[in-house]
């Protein structure tokens, strides 16, 4: 049940919304009453409102950050909020100029054991300039969006060719098998729902996957596009190379929303920038039964840990997703640095636990 309503909030809100005790997100933090009186009812140039960009945070109070962009200009017509959401995840300040590097060979790391890390996954997010995010884009534009990206996927070549499956035409069966397979986004993400990110659903969505099923583009889900490098076992390296080759091939063909203070344009403020998010599932059956030394080395190497089907879930078998969560600030190379870094410092503290 996909409310098809959901980001058509009225342009101006009565009163500041109220947060619950122990809501704990960015956005009950940083909506204190004097951003609320200056931003409310001020609309960006999609005329994506506050009411639209806080709803999710607002119905989940559970969130951890509360917000989704309606256009690349939110960032700018919302920055009284924005800019503290953005520094206080990633550490980022307003003057700060986004950094990008792909050169793997300054990658200076081994394969990580496979007796512990299951499969390694590299994605980037990235969404069209002169589009609407997700979060405000209709029907036709993200139709739009997929017939454009399709046309991209005919011309691949060499290790990235493969095809192109829409949602709307693929049976349950399929669906299913994917997700548990963790190639396929889920469905019904209330956080995404309360954003309007639902909206047709499963109009205009899908996914590429190459033929040996180790690259992957989600198309039309948080982000207009999720572009994806995986394949079992910790070897970064070669995960990282297929995905950078990936990029060089999809930044000729795409114009993507970017402008130099926030790198590339997302619809959570957690993925600007270089929209990277490293990860690995790491088998830790001992080290996760003290979640305090668990999260105090998370910690120390700024990286996150998930569960093993994605953000807001559990893990199975200790096995969990541990990934750099911060995007912007520091190099892509930088980034898968410091997944790497934490992952191994795990892994050791494992041992010494055996
Ligand atoms: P993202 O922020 O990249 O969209 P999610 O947390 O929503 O990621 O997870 C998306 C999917 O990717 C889930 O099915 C998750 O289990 C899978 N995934 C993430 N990291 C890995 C990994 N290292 N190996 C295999 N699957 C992974
Ligand atoms: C939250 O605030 O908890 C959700 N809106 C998710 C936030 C970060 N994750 C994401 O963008 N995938």
């Given at each position: 049940?996909h409310?098809?309503?959901?980001?058509?909030?009225?342009p101006k809100?009565?009163?500041?919304?109220?947060?619950q005790?122990?809501?704990?997100?960015?956005l009950?933090?940083y909506l204190?009453?004097d951003v609320?009186?200056?931003?409310?009812g001020?609309?960006d140039?999609?005329?994506?409102?506050l009411?639209?960009?806080?709803?999710?945070?607002?119905?989940?109070?559970?969130?951890?950050?509360?917000?989704?962009?309606?256009s690349?200009?939110?960032y700018?017509?919302?920055?009284?909020l924005?800019n503290?959401?953005?520094q206080?995840y990633?550490?980022?300040?307003p003057a700060d100029?986004?950094k990008?590097?792909?050169?793997?060979?300054?990658?200076n790391?081994?394969?990580?054991?496979d007796?512990?890390c299951?499969?390694?996954r590299?994605?980037?997010a990235r969404?069209?300039?002169?589009?609407?995010?997700?979060?405000?884009?209709?029907?036709?534009?993200?139709?739009q969006v997929?017939?454009?990206a399709?046309?991209a996927?005919?011309?691949?070549?060499?290790?990235?060719?493969?095809?192109y499956?829409?949602?709307a035409?693929?049976?349950?069966?399929?669906?299913?098998?994917?997700?548990?397979?963790?190639?396929?986004?889920?469905e019904?993400?209330?956080?995404?729902e309360?954003?309007?990110?639902?909206r047709d659903?499963?109009?205009?969505?899908?996914?590429?996957?190459?033929n040996?099923?180790t690259?992957?583009?989600?198309v039309n889900e948080?982000d207009q596009f999720?572009v994806?490098s995986?394949?079992?076992?910790?070897?970064i390296?070669?995960v990282?190379?297929r995905l950078s080759?990936?990029h060089t091939?999809?930044?000729?063909?795409?114009?993507?929303?970017?402008?130099?203070h926030?790198g590339?344009?997302?619809t959570?403020?957690?993925?600007i920038g270089t929209?990277l998010?490293?990860?690995i599932?790491?088998k830790?059956?001992?080290?996760s039964?003290d979640?305090?030394t668990?999260q105090?080395?998370?910690?120390k190497n700024?990286?996150q840990?998930?569960?093993?089907?994605g953000?807001?879930?559990?893990?199975?078998?200790?096995i969990?997703?541990?990934?750099n969560?911060?995007?912007i600030?520091f190099?892509?190379?930088?980034?898968?640095?410091?997944?790497?870094n934490?992952v191994k410092?795990?892994i050791e503290?494992?041992k010494?636990?055996?």
């Amino acid at each position: 049940t996909h409310n098809p309503n959901t980001n058509t909030q009225k342009p101006k809100l009565q009163r500041k919304p109220e947060f619950q005790n122990g809501c704990k997100s960015l956005l009950s933090k940083y909506l204190t009453d004097d951003v609320f009186q200056q931003l409310n009812g001020v609309q960006d140039k999609f005329g994506y409102s506050l009411a639209e960009l806080i709803n999710s945070g607002v119905v989940n109070q559970n969130s951890s950050i509360g917000v989704y962009a309606g256009s690349p200009d939110t960032y700018t017509t919302f920055a009284p909020l924005m800019n503290q959401i953005i520094q206080e995840y990633h550490g980022y300040d307003p003057a700060d100029l986004h950094k990008s590097d792909w050169d793997v060979s300054k990658c200076n790391f081994q394969p990580l054991e496979d007796k512990y890390c299951m499969s390694t996954r590299i994605r980037f997010a990235r969404n069209l300039a002169d589009f609407p995010l997700g979060t405000k884009i209709t029907k036709e534009q993200r139709r739009q969006v997929e017939s454009l990206a399709k046309e991209a996927f005919q011309k691949f070549e060499g290790e990235l060719v493969g095809n192109y499956h829409s949602l709307a035409n693929m049976d349950k069966q399929t669906q299913k098998q994917l997700i548990e397979e963790h190639y396929l986004f889920k469905e019904g993400d209330k956080y995404l729902e309360a954003a309007g990110l639902n909206r047709d659903w499963p109009d205009g969505r899908g996914i590429f996957i190459n033929n040996s099923k180790t690259f992957l583009i989600w198309v039309n889900e948080e982000d207009q596009f999720r572009v994806i490098s995986m394949q079992k076992g910790g070897d970064i390296k070669a995960v990282f190379n297929r995905l950078s080759n990936a990029h060089t091939i999809i930044n000729k063909v795409a114009k993507f929303a970017y402008n130099d203070h926030l790198g590339a344009i997302a619809t959570c403020p957690t993925n600007i920038g270089t929209g990277l998010r490293a990860s690995i599932h790491v088998k830790l059956p001992l080290l996760s039964k003290d979640m305090d030394t668990f999260q105090k080395i998370a910690e120390k190497n700024h990286v996150q840990i998930r569960g093993i089907h994605g953000e807001h879930s559990e893990s199975e078998g200790g096995i969990f997703d541990i990934s750099n969560k911060r995007r912007i600030g520091f190099s892509e190379v930088e980034l898968v640095h410091d997944m790497y870094n934490g992952v191994k410092e795990m892994i050791e503290k494992e041992k010494e636990l055996e």
